[in-house]
DNA sequence: ATGAAAGCGCTAACAA
DNA sequence: TTGTTAGCGCTTTCAT
């Protein structure tokens, strides 16, 4: 059996309550606490932290659920996130849902029934229902990237209009005005966002809105390729298109590739996040991108305050960083 | 308070111990199940994981350890093992230690005291005495991609020899004799094993070894960048490269757009992973793949098997996955 | 098949 | 400051 409290107890000679004090950082006399720490290497003694979290109902373990880990906007955050966490002592457990509603809820409830003491989510829908257990139990949730619907929570997002907006606007400078849009999938929250964002572009420049230069995406690689080869056979006037996420902007990038179309000669071309892709390619890609580092410290900096009581509960902070925009050399000047 | 089992017995009129038999999939009479069914229902019961450990000695939570998150290799390695260990019911505790071996050691420790029940793990050096403590509580430990000199347990690999040494014969065949390598760094296991598949190759081939033909990076993009450069400018009589990892991959088609080095007109070209990359390359990076999922899935499995005593934890295993070879346009004939 | 009771390792209230 | 004691919610003998 391993190492308890007991056995440091018994082998100082002091009673549990002095042991456990001086384990949470509490009042115990020098000659003692020397004792102790002797005993606890000697014994190679290590808290039980389910024993612990018995008694004070706290897990020190933080859920995270996203959409898909393998893309890297996701992992950027999450990494960031996992380092902050574990220096303040946290574990994480890590869901990823394959951005399925469905098993977004099955990870919610996983992850209420392990009894983790907070969530960060990175939600695949707009609907938060499924949130409720962690709600009533008053345990904090932050919510990245996206906003939900029907409950308020904290939040660390990003322009995603400004940043779209700005981004268009600097394709209409160049000259385009017949500018595509491959846009996220209908009712994602930052889709929309970024949608509306291009929509404003063209409004603010005068220019006419075409819905035929607005295809959806689904926010993946098969979708961006396909959106593309649907954008440029639709519409032979277009003389520039904007993709609006990583995933996609891949996709639309091999298609262009395999479909022989120059960029920016024929096309120009701004996309999304992932500046070392954007350099990779040929000629270096202009993208917007957005700062997952930020996004991941802020929303693990805002889950500690909740979660050390720092913040009340009851208050919940809308955080909304800067995107940049990184030129490379693919709008050309008409 | 939350709902406990002392709750659903009291409404059903039943023992403690019956409740918890039904919990676990004990002998229950039909009519005594119908009714703790509908008491759970009622109340929301919901088991705590963590009283549950406390007694079993068990947390149901395996630790995962990776180098790096963002590491698309990574990524989708922990993608899968996490849906299928979520899947059995484990819960996973993620760790990124940016390959760090200090920052390993934390990690094990800070698992160990978290008391998962098992450990996968990609280790950022080769020696495992910072393991011995799972060792010694008999709790098993997949390695995935590399090897430990120091211990013995269960680890999934991929063929690095046989896939890089199957690769550099391809430039041979080609026509070329001068052929680079940007090899990963000194002491890692992949490293050396895809390293000597190059050696091999060229010895197959009867053509000479070249010292100075062969670069050290430290698989970063940053580092595939300055290890192309230098090939380049040390080696004028270079008509081939090989690049042993996705970092590094990208690292060197960023230099070489950079440079302005035409591919394959200069330098004919392979890489290594993300096919997906390869794709969106002009023209189409001919590259070595690796089967993520596939490790993912073994690795999980074979923990598995352990953690319920499908096999004993004396027999260790060692997989060996083969990898494919993608071809795109970037090896020209000479 | 079911119930009573002990106890996993820890914290917290209280007393000393 | 330190020790005693009573659980946290569950599983697990051992009876019945």
Redesign the interface.
Known sequence: MAVTIKDIAKKTGLGLATVSSYLNGGNVREKNKAKIEAAIEELHF??????R??KTNR?K?IGIIIP???N?FC??I??EV??IL?GRGY??????C?TDERREEE?VD?L????VDGLLLMPSGNLGRHLYPFVKKNKPIVLIDRRLKDIQCDSVLVDNLGAVRDAVLRLVRAGHENIGMIAGPEGVFTAEERLEGYREALADAGLRQQEELIVRGDYT?AGGAASFRALLEQNPQMTAVLVSNYEMT?GA??EA??MAVAIPEQISFIGFDNL??A??????LSIVTQPTKEIGRRAAELLLQKLEGEMPLEETVDIKLETDFVNGRTIKKR
Request: proline content about 2%; hydrophobic content about 40%; aromatic content about 4%.
């Open positions: 290590e808290v039980n932290e389910m024993a979290g018995l897990t373990t898909e880990l393998n890297i992992a950027e999450i990494t996992e380092d574990r574990a994480t457990m890590l869901c990823d394959r990870a996983f209420n029934k392990r009894r690689i891949m990038v091999i590739n395999e070392e892709f350099r990779a390619c040929v000629p270096k």
